[in-house]
C-alpha cells in the first residue's frame, strides 16, 4: 500500500484545515488507517484512527472534539477535519495503515506510512 497525504498548510489558530490520505496499490479493505503526528524535538504520537471494515473511530484526549477522521471508499481515501486548531497542533502529520480492525495507538503497529504534510498553527 502506498500512502499519500496532503492538505496541510498555514492556518491561524481557530481555524481548520482538511488533510487527506490516499491509497494507491491496494484499497483499504479489512486496513485500519491512521494519522500521526510529530511536533519538532518530540515523539511522533497518535491522533485519530478509523477502521474500514467496521468504520470504528479512536481519538487521542487532545484533539478529541475537534477533528473528525472519515473515509470515503469510492475514492480510497481518509480524511482528517481539523477544527478549532491550536498553535499546539502544529506538528509534520503523518497517514499509517495496519492490517486488520484494531486501531491501535502506537507507531510500531503501522507497516505502511504515508510521506507526511506539515500544518502549522499561528496564534
Known amino acids: 500500500v502506498q500512502l499519500q497525504a496532503s492538505g496541510g498548510g498555514l492556518v491561524q489558530a481557530g481555524g481548520s484545515l482538511r488533510l487527506s490520505c490516499a491509497a494507491s496499490?491496494?484499497?483499504?479493505?479489512?486496513?485500519?488507517v491512521g494519522w500521526f503526528r510529530q511536533a519538532p524535538g518530540k515523539e511522533r504520537e497518535f491522533a485519530a484512527g478509523?477502521?474500514?471494515?467496521?468504520?470504528?473511530?479512536r481519538y487521542a484526549d487532545s484533539v478529541k472534539g475537534r477533528f473528525t477522521i472519515s473515509r470515503d471508499n469510492a475514492k480510497n481515501t481518509v480524511y482528517l477535519q481539523m477544527n478549532s486548531l491550536k498553535p499546539e497542533d502544529t506538528a509534520v502529520y503523518y497517514c499509517a495503515a495496519k492490517y486488520g480492525d484494531y486501531l491501535s495507538s502506537s507507531t510500531r503497529s503501522y507497516n505502511y506510512w504515508g510521506q507526511g504534510t506539515q500544518v502549522t498553527v499561528s496564534s
Open positions: 496499490g491496494r484499497t483499504f479493505s479489512n486496513y485500519a
Open positions: 478509523i477502521s474500514w471494515s467496521i468504520d470504528s473511530t
